[in-house]
């Protein structure tokens, strides 16, 4: 089903309020059914045969709502990371997270740490989970790594390159995303993978997270392998 062209899909998970607020339910219903939606994605990426998924779970602007929606969203991933682990390995799937995990919850991170260690030698598809993530804080983090470096000598202005910085941000162990995908309608990247994305193909949908599906992944990876990537070639 995928080409050699895909091997790495990026999604932003967006409509999850929308979809409570259209069935008069409150948000965290939708957080609910979208968390739902997430576990059937990632079963049908391993299925399709995608080796890198890399899911926007939680913005570094997402701090900013109401404390209730943020409390409700952290005890959905309390119970993600607690539930998943089993199938994850059964499954061969490495989990890495990305994003400013410092301002997650303690028992959070070392939870996530504890998955990161144990499913790090699994190779059948790699789960990027960006959490609390904001691409423009990664792109500064890198520079400071950068400017630290060469402040102690360790590196020369003339070394740094694309590669040493891809080096330094949060994705340095995975390729770019060739494709990705937001729901919900919205048109706009919402500070997700800025410097990644540079040559990714983009696709929006109208559907809402919590109503996406394994046939729709499969319409729009079909979308994908009709179209040519140029990389500014002719
Ligand atoms: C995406 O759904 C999930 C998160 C951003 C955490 P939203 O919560 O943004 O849902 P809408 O966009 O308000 O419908
Ligand atoms: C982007 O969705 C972040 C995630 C899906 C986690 P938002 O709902 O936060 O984005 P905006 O506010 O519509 O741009
Ligand atoms: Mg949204």
Redesign the pocket.
């Known amino acids: 089903m995928t080409s050699d062209q895909l091997q790495h899909i990026a999604i932003?998970?967006?409509g999850n309020g929308r979809w409570a607020q259209k069935r008069g339910l409150p948000r965290s219903a939708g957080h609910k059914k979208g968390a739902e939606t997430l576990q059937e994605v990632v079963r049908a990426a391993g299925e399709l045969g995608i080796k890198y998924l890399t899911l926007?779970?939680?913005?570094t602007?997402?701090w900013q709502r109401d404390a209730e929606e943020v409390e409700g969203l952290m005890n959905l991933l309390r119970q993600y990371l607690k539930s998943e682990l089993k199938e994850i390995q059964e499954k061969g799937v490495r989990i890495i997270f990305i994003g400013e995990l410092h301002m997650l919850a303690a028992d959070i991170v070392s939870q996530m740490d504890k998955i990161e260690h144990d499913t790090a030698k699994n190779d059948k598809m790699t789960l990027c989970i960006?959490l609390s993530y904001g691409s423009r804080q990664e792109i500064v983090s890198a520079a400071q790594k950068i400017a630290s470096l060469a402040q102690k000598g360790d590196i020369r202005i003339e070394d740094i390159d694309i590669k040493m910085f891809s080096d330094m941000l949060y994705t340095k162990d995975i390729p770019d995303p060739d494709l990705v995908i937001r729901t919900s309608g919205?048109q706009?990247i919402?500070n997700?993978l800025l410097w990644q994305i540079a040559y990714s193909e983009l696709f929006f949908t109208p559907t809402l997270w919590p109503d996406f599906n394994k046939q729709e992944l499969e319409k729009i990876i079909e979308d994908f392998n009709h179209r040519e990537r140029r990389y500014g070639k002719v």
Do not use: G, K, L, V
Not at 56 to 59: C, L, T, V
């Open positions: 932003i998970m967006d926007y779970a939680f913005s602007e997402n960006a919205e706009r919402s997700y």
